[in-house]
């Protein structure tokens, strides 16, 4: 953004099981409890756009997010 870079996240897609949030600690990143925690951390880390498997899931989240 510093630079005037837009950034974009992708791709977010459905976990098969609440484990697969899990497998990223042992490489150092955060742990997601769920898709919409996950969603709303990257959003309000100012992603300018999110591809997602679940669109109407990222539409909830992020209007959720500008009440």
């Known amino acids: 953004h510093e630079m005037g870079i837009p950034i974009h996240f992708y791709t977010f ?4 099981y609440d484990s697969d ?3 990223d600690e042992f490489k150092g990143l955060k742990a997601f409890q769920n898709a ?3 969603l ?3 959003i309000k ?10 669109v109407y899931d990222a539409i909830r989240v992020k209007n959720g997010l500008e009440k």
Not at 13 to 16: E, I, K, L, V
């Open 36 to 38: 919409e925690e996950e």
């Open 21 to 23: 949030y899990k497998s």
């Open 40 to 42: 709303i951390y990257f």
């Open 13 to 16: 897609r459905t976990p098969r």
């Open 45 to 54: 880390k100012g992603a300018d756009a999110i591809m997602s498997d679940y």
